[in-house]
């Protein structure tokens, strides 16, 4: 049983909570933005792990994977995959961006892979996404 308990009678909607895994209101934006930040300038970086992304956010693997569940409702891989699915579509409306290219900004070294993970994600090719467009 865990040492933590959420309190859901909170007198003072100003007091930081005492659980680690809740920040409070103020710092949930800041943490979330600070999580893109760093997930931004380390995207095309497939040689930077998980440790070193809770390094870099100064925070614990536990506490960061916590977190960002908690805040978000996703899992850290699956916030990080929808994150790089949205920036796909985005890149894909500019047509003069090759899907190669478009697959290495997503931080994938495959075309294959990133064709995978784009079907899987949307039921269709990156190609088929972009054939759509008017």
């Known amino acids: 049983m865990s040492n933590y308990s959420f309190d859901t009678n909170h007198s003072d909607e ?3 909570s005492e659980n680690p895994y809740v920040p409070d209101s103020k710092e949930t934006p800041e943490f979330v933005a ?30 960061l994977y916590k977190r960002i569940k908690l805040l978000t409702g996703l899992s850290v891989a699956d916030f990080i995959r929808n994150y790089k699915m949205q920036l796909a579509t985005t890149l894909l409306n500019d047509k003069s961006i090759s899907i190669g290219e478009i697959s290495f900004k997503c931080g994938y070294s495959s075309i294959g892979y990133f064709s995978t ?16 467009l008017p």
């Open 14 to 16: 100003n007091e930081k």
């Open 34 to 63: 600070q999580f893109i930040e760093v997930l931004d300038r380390h995207l095309c970086d497939t040689c930077f792990k998980k440790e070193d992304f809770a390094a870099e956010m100064g925070v614990s693997i536990s506490l």
């Open 117 to 132: 993970v784009f079907r899987k994600h949307f039921g269709y090719t990156p190609t088929e996404y972009r054939n759509r």
